[in-house]
Each structure stands twice: as structure tokens, then as C-alpha cells.
């Protein structure tokens, strides 16, 4: 029988690479997934047989991998950041669902860093409390149902993760965001924009709500709104955990 690892590479750097997704790449003659994603695999598994594919065709990376497992090769198909969180682990899923039983390889999902925590260690402490993710793409969700979902996680005061927030192809989205989010919080939000986390390029910033729509960002930026509660702490975002009495932490 093959296996498959899914795994998530995390933010990028190897140094956040988790124990487990490392030792599944070293163990792996397949490796399979967007091109500058297995680059990064590449200089420290050279003997590896790689399938790197160009941006797009999720569907079609993810079969590979299920059908090149099923003929009993231990591959990997790596995913940026978490491959559960917007990544590749559905679509696997989806397509070993489709293989008749006696065909299906074992299959592991893989924990790595995602793109949301990385953002949030580079900018403190913004997700002390309770906080969504919202992924601004309409490729695949359509524009009212995001509307809704930042409508309904705006009016209940969480800290949200944006994702996504523009493209070449979608730039409109940013702007309507915004707008459905200064229905419900002063345009003093405090917002942190984090490009590129851990990677060559990083960029951190904090700005205010009001002006988070001018602000220049695209696929590789994390946006992360604060909460009524969110202030500047120094250079830092702190959400506090909203406790009225000194609390030992884990409590």
C-alpha cells in the first residue's frame, strides 16, 4: 500500500517547518505541488522526484498525488502554510474519496504554521481572544456570502484574519470590505498588514481601519482587524484576553 502525506510547509522559512512535515518530506520519493512550493523542498531533497505544477489546478495536483500513492509510492503533496486552512487537504480528501477501497493509500494530514499565526507573532498579540478568517477571493465563494460572513464577524466583535485581500483580477474587494467593517467599528481600528511573514520581502505594518482600503497589499499579504478591545502596545497589536482579575496563564 502507498501513502500520502498532505503537508503544510508553513510561512516558508525551514526553521518553522514542523518535526513531523519534515521527517514525511525526507521520506517521500514524490513530491508534489505548486512550483514555488516544492522549490523549497528541492536544495535539501535533491533525490526526490519532483511534480511541480504552475499556479492553479488544485484539483488536478491533488489527483496526482492520490493516484501516484495508489500505486504504492510514498509521496507528499505540500501546501503553504497549514494544507487544512485554505490549502490542499480538501481536495485530497475529495479525490481519495474517489478511489474504490482496495485502491485508497494511507493518508496523513500534516499540521504547518499558517499564514494567519505567522502574521500574528510578527505583530504581538492580536488574536488573544476570539477571532474568524475570511478569505476576500470570490474565485470560489461567492461575493454575497462573504459579505455576510464579514457582516455577521463584524457585528459580533471578533478579530478577523483576512486573507486574500487583492489581485491583479480583483481589486474592488478590499474597498467593500472595509466598508461593511466601519459599519461596526470606528474607522481607529487598529489594523495589522503582514506581507510575505518569514520570507524574503517581509513587510509588517499597523494602520488604521479608516485607511486600510488605500493601503497596497495583494495575495501575499495577511490583513488582521483588530476588536474594540485591540490597541498599539509600543511596536506591537494586544487583544487582551478580556479577564477583570489577574488570571495564571492556561486558566
Not at 528541492?42 to 489527483?63: D, H, N, Q, S, T
Not at 462573504?146 to 474587494?173: C, G, H, K, M, T
Not at 501575499?220 to 488570571?247: F, H, K, S
Amino acid at each position: 500500500m502507498g501513502q500520502l502525506w498532505v503537508v503544510g510547509l508553513g510561512p516558508g522559512t525551514p526553521a518553522l517547518l514542523t518535526g513531523e512535515a519534515r521527517m514525511a518530506l525526507e521520506r517521500a520519493a514524490v513530491i508534489v505541488g505548486y512550483r514555488a512550493y516544492v522549490d523549497q523542498v528541492r536544495p535539501w531533497r535533491p533525490e526526490a522526484l519532483y511534480r511541480a505544477w504552475p499556479i492553479g489546478a488544485e484539483r488536478a495536483r491533488a489527483r496526482e498525488a492520490v493516484e501516484l500513492a495508489a500505486t504504492g509510492q510514498p509521496v507528499a503533496l505540500v501546501s503553504s502554510g497549514d494544507a487544512g486552512v485554505y490549502g490542499m487537504a480538501g481536495l485530497a480528501l475529495e479525490e481519495w474519496e474517489r478511489l474504490p477501497p482496495p485502491r485508497r493509500p494511507a493518508l496523513a494530514v500534516l499540521p504547518g504554521v499558517t499564514a494567519l499565526l505567522a502574521a500574528a507573532a510578527l505583530l504581538g498579540a492580536p488574536l488573544g481572544t476570539d477571532f474568524a478568517a475570511v478569505s476576500l477571493s470570490d474565485l470560489l465563494v461567492p461575493w454575497p456570502t462573504i459579505a455576510r460572513r464579514l457582516e455577521a464577524a463584524a457585528a459580533a466583535d471578533f478579530v478577523l484574519a483576512l486573507y486574500n485581500p487583492a489581485s491583479a483580477a480583483r481589486s474592488w474587494q478590499l474597498s467593500a470590505a472595509c466598508a461593511i467593517l466601519l459599519r461596526h467599528r470606528p474607522a481607529t481600528t487598529p489594523v495589522g498588514l503582514v506581507r510575505a511573514a518569514y520570507r524574503e520581502g517581509q513587510h509588517v505594518a499597523i494602520v488604521a481601519l479608516g485607511e486600510l482600503a488605500a493601503q497596497p497589499v495583494d495575495m501575499l499579504t495577511i490583513l488582521i482587524v483588530g476588536n474594540r478591545a485591540t490597541r498599539r502596545c509600543g511596536p506591537w497589536l494586544l487583544t487582551p484576553r478580556g479577564y477583570q482579575r489577574d488570571t495564571p496563564a492556561g486558566d
